[in-house]
Each structure stands twice: as structure tokens, then as C-alpha cells.
């Protein structure tokens, strides 16, 4: 009777009879050393004695947790949806109070307690049109091909369930570049698709080659049926911005070999080095002209998270589809209403993104957009000097997006230790480093980089003074790591 009193206690879910897609998961931004790097911050408050007073989490591009104030418009936009009793008040200018009647006008019971229609509020959806529109020199947007989501990382996770399919070689596959964002590596695993990857060039600020997308696909066609391209840009980690010819190549490369393109041009406002553009894929593909603009199937992508909002929390963002389907477009609307709706405040902040105050209205002239991409264009020049002028450590142009990936050296005994211990060199570099300096840095390892290289990625986005001083303990470390493992 024991036994069979313990067989019907046994828990049902098991690390055994779990999804093992599950288990395949990894997304390194939020991994093993984050995780430490919250224990250590729950040790200090308790009183524990440190090397260091506070940690500081430079591993994620989270914009206000890292100081960056929030843009007061949006935030006034907000605070009027969200309370509308605050409209009678006059300290709200008027055309925040315009922007908020409107979205309320548009939500269910004039409240963003509602939910929205599964695509997304129209009037939203009609404003990410023409703001599209505006963006690419009057190519054409149609609102119907829009789809508001919850940050651009839930419509990408949405396009792949579309796109993968099939059994055995006919798997589908996905090129992703390496180093890459962990989300594409977790969300292909968990899906169980084939990971395809191309690796950009470290030696050309890390640029695309459309040689080396033809080498990585040839060889997955070997064991896989390659259907699908993703391009970062600018890059996360790596930080380059494509160039126009680039964009091209990509886009010949995408139609001659049927693939579908994902564009995540997330960071479209993170430009800084100077002769860098950003271009939309969209934009580029319509101008090469009728060939490309009505064969080639794309989805691009863009989020409230990033570029000068920094909003990372209320989860906006928003896809655009290409070409696609019609068929297929009516099992994306299914999909999407699965989950009923994007957060509601997620898509008001999303037309506020792509609708900000014009020259004729009063907050245009205290809007923070230009003093914050300047100061991370700053920031952008200092940590690529500071990196390129410490021993041991290369660092390639910080052109865009918010973070640096500069490559490391490691001391062979530094290699053979973390070995010993089972991690990989730059986990142990990356652990090390937070344990003696309270630093919170993502491993290269967590990206991908090739074999016999290391690195780790920063995120660019601390306050100045505070980012000088992240980077002389990152010197000093080194120094002592090098010289403990020599």
C-alpha cells in the first residue's frame, strides 16, 4: 500500500514528463549571473559586506532602470488615459489632452481598461500607417497589414509559429545571425524549429555578408528546409547599422532563394556614428522596384521598449506584414485573438511613439527625443574609446542600438579553471566580475560568437559619470584577472 500510496502522491508535471522543448530554452540576458546578480542585491540590503556598495545591471537595454527619465509627454498622455478625471485639470497641456480624448474616444467604455479589437485599436493602427508612411518617403502603408503587439518580441515569437512546419529534413528552418538576441535562439528551440545560423564579420564591424548567409544555407540544406531569414538592425548586441547596398544584397539573397524575411528594426531610432543611416527594409524593398516590392514576403517589427521611450514595461510594439497571404493573414488574426488583445495602455504609449507633438503644438519644444538620442550617441563614443584603449580587449564602432560587445582576452589558465568548473570562459570572466565589482554583464557565450573568441555585452545605457566609473572597474578587473591567471 505504500508503494502505492507514494505512485499516487507522485506529481503529475516532472522535469521528466515536462515539454523537452522546454528544457532547450536558454535566454542568457536573464540567466544564471542576472539571477546571482539579484542575490547579491538582496545580500547587500541585508547588510552584507561587499567589495562594492550596489550592483549595477548593465546585461539589458531597460532604459528607466538604468536611470533614463521618462518622456514627459508620453508619461502626461498616460496619466490623462489612465485617470480621465485628470483632464479638467489645467496643468496638462492641450494637445496631451487631445492625444488622450482621442485614444479614450477609441477604447471600450472610453476606458483602457477595455480590451481592443485583437489587431490592435484602429485609430492606432491608421497612425503606425502613416507614420510608416511619413518614415519611408510616402510609400504606401495600409493599417489592415498592421498588428499591435505586446513588444515586438511577442510578434516575432507569432510570425515563427506561422512560418515553422514540417518533419524530419523538411523541418523548417531559420537563419539568425551570430552573435545573435537570445530571443530568436528560445523562441526557435521551444518551437522546435531548425537554427540556422550565419555568422556576421567581427573584422568588418561586424557587417552582413551575403556570402556568408549562400555557405550557411547551402550547408542547412543538408538537414533542413531553410525558409525563413531574420535580420537585427541595427545589430543587437554587436550595435552595426546596415547599409543601404547591404539591405539590397539581402533582399536579392531573400527572393532568389524564397526565404521570408523578418525585419527587427527595433532600434531604428539608435543611429550615432557618423556616414550611418538607418533604412528600412520596407523602404528599400519598394524602391528596387515591383520585382522584389510585390514577391518578396517580410514582417517588420518595432517596439516602445527602445530607441529614445525606453518604455520598456508597458510592453508596446507593433508588425508589419508584407505581401502575405490573405489566407494565411486570416490565420494570424486567429492567432492573435487567442490572446484576446495587446495591453491597452502598451498601444496607447505605441501611437504616442509614432505620433509625437508637432512644431505647432505646445509640447513639441520641451519634447526629450533629441537630448536623449544625443547623450547615448555620447555614450556610445566613450564606451568604444574606453574599451579600445584597455589591454586585452578590442571593440568595434558603436554605431547603434544601445549596447557594446567588445572581444576579450582570456588567459589560458583562466580557461582551464572555468573548465574545471564546467562553464564556459567568458560565464566564468562575466561571474568573477560581478562577484569582486557588483558588474552585471551578459557572456558572448549567450549570443553565440565563433569558436575561440569572447566577449561580453554592456549595455551603453547607465548615466554618464556612472558609466565612467562602470568602466574603470571593468579595466581595473581585467588587470587583476589577467595578472591572477597569467
Not at 355 to 375: G, I, R, W
Not at 388 to 409: D, E, H, K, L
Request: proline content about 6%; hydrophobic content about 40%.
Amino acid at each position: 500500500m505504500a508503494a502505492n500510496g507514494d505512485r499516487c502522491r507522485a506529481k503529475v508535471l516532472t522535469v521528466e514528463t515536462m515539454n523537452p522543448n522546454v528544457k532547450r530554452v536558454e535566454y542568457a540576458v536573464r540567466g544564471p549571473i542576472v539571477q546571482r546578480a539579484v542575490q547579491l542585491e538582496k545580500e547587500l540590503k541585508q547588510g552584507a559586506k561587499k567589495p562594492f556598495t550596489e550592483v549595477i545591471k548593465a546585461n539589458i537595454g531597460d532604459a528607466h532602470a538604468m536611470g533614463q527619465k521618462p518622456i514627459t509627454f508620453f508619461r502626461q498622455v498616460l496619466a490623462l488615459c489612465a485617470y480621465p478625471a485628470l483632464l479638467e485639470e489645467e496643468k496638462f497641456p492641450e494637445d496631451a489632452k487631445q492625444r488622450a480624448r482621442r485614444i479614450l474616444a477609441a477604447c471600450g467604455g472610453h476606458s483602457i481598461g477595455a480590451y481592443s479589437a485583437s489587431q490592435g485599436i484602429e485609430c492606432i493602427r491608421q497612425d503606425v500607417s502613416r507614420y510608416i508612411e511619413k518614415r519611408d518617403g510616402g510609400i504606401p502603408s495600409n493599417p489592415d497589414n498592421i498588428y499591435l503587439s505586446t513588444g515586438a518580441s511577442d510578434a516575432i515569437v507569432t510570425m515563427l509559429k506561422l512560418l515553422v512546419c514540417g518533419e524530419g529534413r523538411q523541418r523548417t528552418g531559420v537563419m539568425i545571425s551570430i552573435p545573435q538576441y537570445p530571443l530568436y535562439s528560445a523562441a526557435l528551440a521551444d518551437l522546435a524549429a531548425v537554427q540556422i545560423n550565419y555568422y556576421l564579420d567581427e573584422d568588418k564591424s561586424w557587417s552582413l555578408d551575403v556570402a556568408e548567409l549562400r555557405r550557411s544555407l547551402n550547408a542547412a540544406r543538408e538537414h533542413c528546409n531553410p525558409r525563413v531569414l531574420c535580420i537585427i538592425n541595427p545589430g543587437n548586441p554587436t550595435g552595426q547599422v546596415q547599409s543601404r547596398q547591404c539591405i539590397e544584397d539581402v533582399i536579392r539573397f531573400a527572393k532568389e532563394e524564397r526565404l521570408f524575411l523578418m525585419a527587427d528594426e527595433v532600434y531604428q531610432d539608435n543611429v550615432y556614428a557618423e556616414g550611418c543611416k538607418f533604412h528600412s527594409f520596407k523602404k528599400v524593398l519598394f524602391e528596387m522596384g515591383p520585382e522584389y516590392s510585390s514577391t518578396v514576403e517580410m514582417a517588420s517589427f518595432h517596439s516602445t521598449s527602445k530607441c529614445f521611450m525606453g518604455e520598456c514595461g508597458f510592453r508596446g510594439g507593433y508588425m508589419e506584414v508584407i505581401n502575405m497571404d490573405p489566407a494565411v493573414k486570416a490565420q494570424l488574426i486567429k492567432l492573435v485573438s487567442v490572446r484576446l488583445c495587446p495591453p491597452v495602455p502598451g498601444q496607447a504609449l505605441m501611437d504616442l511613439v509614432v505620433n509625437p507633438p508637432q512644431p505647432d503644438e505646445p509640447s513639441y519644444t520641451t519634447f526629450e527625443k533629441t537630448a536623449v538620442l544625443a547623450a547615448l550617441a555620447e555614450k556610445a563614443s566613450i564606451t568604444e574609446q574606453a574599451f579600445n584603449t584597455m589591454p586585452g580587449f578590442t571593440c568595434n564602432p558603436v554605431q547603434g542600438a544601445m549596447y557594446t560587445f567588445p572581444r576579450i582576452s582570456i588567459p589560458q589558465k583562466a580557461i582551464d579553471k572555468a573548465k574545471e568548473l564546467g562553464q564556459v570562459p567568458d560565464m566564468f570572466y562575466c561571474m568573477k566580475l560581478l562577484e569582486e565589482e557588483g558588474i552585471c554583464l551578459v557572456p558572448g557565450s549567450g549570443f553565440g560568437q565563433r569558436d575561440g573568441t569572447f566577449h561580453f555585452r554592456m549595455t551603453i545605457l547607465p548615466p554618464t559619470e556612472k558609466l565612467k566609473i562602470v568602466l574603470q572597474r571593468i579595466k581595473d578587473f581585467h588587470l587583476r584577472f589577467t595578472q591572477e591567471f597569467s
